[in-house]
């Protein structure tokens, strides 16, 4: 296992506060990791600063093994890079349907040129099979995205994020609104895609944490406040102390 | 291959084949019924009339991608249209000028040097505004093959650096749509100069007359920018129905409803809209290019910002995110306000109060405007589809 992201001594402040304070964290490819921490721990913030969404005022955030940093770099070119995110609400193209959803994720070259002359394929096409069948939305595929159950709209999300193929996928709160059966389904893909990829998943639910099976790290005002395995983190006194014990 | 492609490509649109199919008819029979024809059915201004609305109908499809479909509510097109304008309007005039001193000069004794001929045609299209030296900006004006890049590349590439600037500091909405005002506003400002070089407030005139066929009466030539309208119109919408097709038109309609989730995608947004929004001001200043021969004048007051507003209402109006409902605004709208304003709508005697519509129209066109916008969001080529739906 080879350390595929490195954050060191991150911090940044909106307004005087500080969302993200000195926050130190790695994770290897492939590997599973579980961040939990209270509201305002700065897990979304996290992510943000991961995917290029908001700049820290300090630290550094290197990737890949070339090292890149991806502090300097776009939120597309980040993603370009090999970083996948799925958001808490489900976000996908309402008024686009499922399938060109899933498209649009598809890994491919991404430049209005070859965007412009792009043709389908087969192999596109079978990939977009395979994806929605994966998801559980075969027959979904021609419905306007906006027409889905709060549900099925996660679980497109979660496709088109497998759709991307990235080597780090970051996941908040998958399991919210899903049922039991579905929770375990989320499960299943999420240690499925871990055998190859490195998966951070953000996460309220203890329950799914557990069933991840993996190493957590706990956030709490900014910073790691502890890491190592469920049972080991939940036994931490400070960690019962700010979270777990309120 | 292409042939191939085309005709699946049609196939698998209908819409466009019904709009290709409409508008190769209508040219027919207003050919037919054109005085080139013979027939003389239709006049020859009316002829012209209809050919400038052939032109607004491409700007409106051109407003449309970047507005209906990539979400850039730019109030500024009508600014590229205008400059389109001018580039084929400055050959038309220095062209059409220097046959006339050519002519007058010839009665000398003494043949007049290069540059006698070059003065004497400064002095003609430059006196209206106390000049008699060509600016720099007329440096091409003589060469139809220069004027006619100029055409392409001047709105091409404003749109480029606006666009560039723009996007890249990721300006959007409201705030993206007034700096666009403010660019068709100083435009407009700066032509309306005399030492603009464009003859300020003038404008370029005598426009409909064509250097090299003095002898072709109006009837032929407004028949034969009718055609050639009619045909940019054709280009322009299978450019736009291909461009808006497939993985391209999914791309910007993503980009539309959720610009930042696009980015996460892996997509860089600001290439897509600069592509967008440069595509369509070339397109636009073709448009101008072929209107402003048939309306044989063109003046900064053409530019200023209410006409870019005008355009997006024909859109509303018509139907966004339909290149064929840019095209039903366009005509609706325009033809209906040269009815109105044209004086040959019949006042409405109210016993207290006269309504006339050259002042009403405008009161009309902006309550259909809250109206469509209120009612029918999907404008008037959703009635079509309900009724597409229906059968």
Not at chain 1, 56 to 72: A, C, H, N, T, Y
């Amino acid at each position: 296992m080879s350390t595929l992201l490195e954050m060191s001594g991150v911090s940044v402040s909106f307004d005087g506060f500080k969302a993200i304070n000195n926050l130190s964290f790695q994770i290897g490819e492939p590997e599973m990791r579980a961040i939990i921490g209270p509201n305002g721990a700065g897990k979304t913030t996290f992510m943000d600063i991961i995917t290029g969404k908001t700049r820290p005022d300090e630290g550094r955030v290197i990737f890949g093994e070339k090292s890149m940093s991806l502090l300097g770099m776009s939120e597309s070119q980040i993603a370009r890079a090999g970083v996948g995110r799925k958001f808490q609400k489900p976000t996908v193209f309402e008024a686009q349907t499922v399938r060109e959803n899933f498209a649009l994720a598809l890994k491919n070259p991404r430049s209005p040129f070859d965007v412009l002359l792009h043709r389908k394929t087969p192999a596109g096409a079978d990939r977009i099979e395979a994806l929605a069948e994966q998801v559980g939305l075969s027959d979904q595929l021609p419905r306007m995205a906006g027409e889905l159950s709060h549900g099925q709209k996660q679980w497109l999300e979660i496709g088109m994020l497998l759709a991307q193929d990235p080597r780090l996928l970051l996941v908040d709160e998958p399991a919210a609104g899903m049922t039991p059966a579905e929770r375990e389904k989320t499960t299943d893909i999420l240690v499925a895609a871990a055998q190859k990829h490195a998966v951070v998943v953000v996460e309220h639910d203890m329950e799914f944490v557990r069933r991840l099976n993996c190493k957590v790290t706990v956030l709490n005002e900014g910073s790691v406040l502890a890491e190592g395995s469920l049972d080991h983190v939940t036994n931490n006194p400070d960690v019962i102390d700010v979270y777990l014990g309120r | 291959m292409t042939k191939a492609l085309s005709k699946t490509f049609l196939i698998r649109h209908p819409s466009t084949l019904w709009v290709l199919a409409s508008l190769g008819l209508f040219t027919l029979i207003v050919s037919v019924l054109s005085e080139a024809a013979g027939t003389g059915l239709i006049s020859t201004s009316f002829v012209k009339t209809l050919g400038k609305t052939l032109c607004l109908c491409l700007i409106a499809i051109a407003m449309d991608v970047v507005w209906g479909y990539c979400g850039i509510l730019s109030l500024g097109h009508f600014a590229f249209f205008g400059i389109g304008g001018y580039a084929i309007g400055m050959w038309l005039m220095y062209a059409r000028t220097e046959a006339i001193v050519a002519q007058n000069l010839s009665a000398n004794l003494i043949p007049p040097t290069d540059s006698e001929i070059s003065d004497a045609i400064a002095t003609q299209i430059f006196g209206v505004v106390g000049a008699s030296e060509f600016p720099a900006i007329w440096a091409f004006s003589h060469s139809l093959t220069l004027q006619l890049l100029m055409v392409l590349l001047v709105p091409g590439l404003l749109a480029l650096v606006f666009g560039w600037l723009a996007f890249r500091s990721r300006v959007t909405g409201v705030y993206l749509s007034i700096l666009t005002q403010a660019m068709t506003l100083a435009l407009a400002l700066y032509l309306f100069q005399n030492d603009s070089g464009l003859r300020g407030n003038n404008g370029l005139s005598g426009l409909q007359n064509i250097p090299g066929f003095e002898a072709t009466s109006q009837a032929v030539i407004s028949l034969a920018f009718f055609w050639a309208s009619a045909l940019a119109l054709a280009l322009g919408y299978l450019l736009f129905a291909w461009v808006t097709a497939g993985k391209m038109g999914s791309v910007i309609r993503a980009i539309r409803d959720d610009e930042a989730r696009v980015r996460f995608l892996g997509y860089q947004v600001e290439s897509y809209k600069l592509f967008v929004f440069t595509l369509t001001a070339v397109v636009s200043g073709i448009a101008g290019a072929l209107y402003y021969p048939q309306a044989g004048i063109i003046n900064p007051a053409e530019i200023a910002p209410i006409a870019s507003i005008y355009l997006a209402v024909w859109v509303a109006i018509g139907g966004r995110g339909k290149l064929y409902g840019a095209i039903i605004g366009a005509v609706f709208v325009s033809l209906l306000s040269s009815y109105f304003t044209g004086g040959s709508a019949p006042d409405i005697n109210l016993g207290f109060y006269v309504i006339k519509w050259t002042d009403w129209w405008l009161v009309l066109l902006g309550l259909s405007f809250v109206a469509v916008t209120l009612l029918f969001p999907g404008g008037i080529a959703s009635l079509f589809d309900k009724l597409a739906r229906k059968q």
